[in-house]
């Protein structure tokens, strides 16, 4: 497993374009949006949960969405991510399905 050290926020958002640039055909997004009642704790276990993300892009997310607003938890067909999203909502979290094609 490789480990990746990022020193700043713009690091981590650089890493999360270039995933989504990579997955361009993709067609959907899932947006997770910050709120005050979840826990970083929380955020973290439900994306490795649902996501299957690793703890660190977890942890690395979870920064994002608390000093963004809001981030990309996911690219993926809206079929695939449609689960996802209603998981992530019963436990609480804010989260959208967005197209990427309105963004081009």
Excluded at 9 to 15: G, L, N, T
Excluded at 56 to 68: G, T, V
Aim: proline share 1%; net charge negative.
């Amino acid at each position: 497993m490789n480990t990746v050290i990022v020193d700043t926020m713009s690091d981590v958002e650089e890493m999360l374009e270039i995933d989504v640039l990579l997955d361009l055909d993709a067609g959907s997004q899932l947006i997770i949006y910050n709120d005050d009642v979840n826990t970083f704790d929380w955020v973290i276990k439900c994306l490795i949960d649902v996501c299957s993300h690793t703890f660190e892009q977890a942890e690395q997310l979870s920064l994002l969405i608390h000093f963004k607003g809001k981030a990309c938890a996911k690219t993926d067909s809206f079929e695939v991510l449609k689960p996802m999203k209603d998981a992530l909502t019963e436990r609480g979290l804010s989260a959208v399905i967005e197209s990427t094609k309105d963004k081009k």
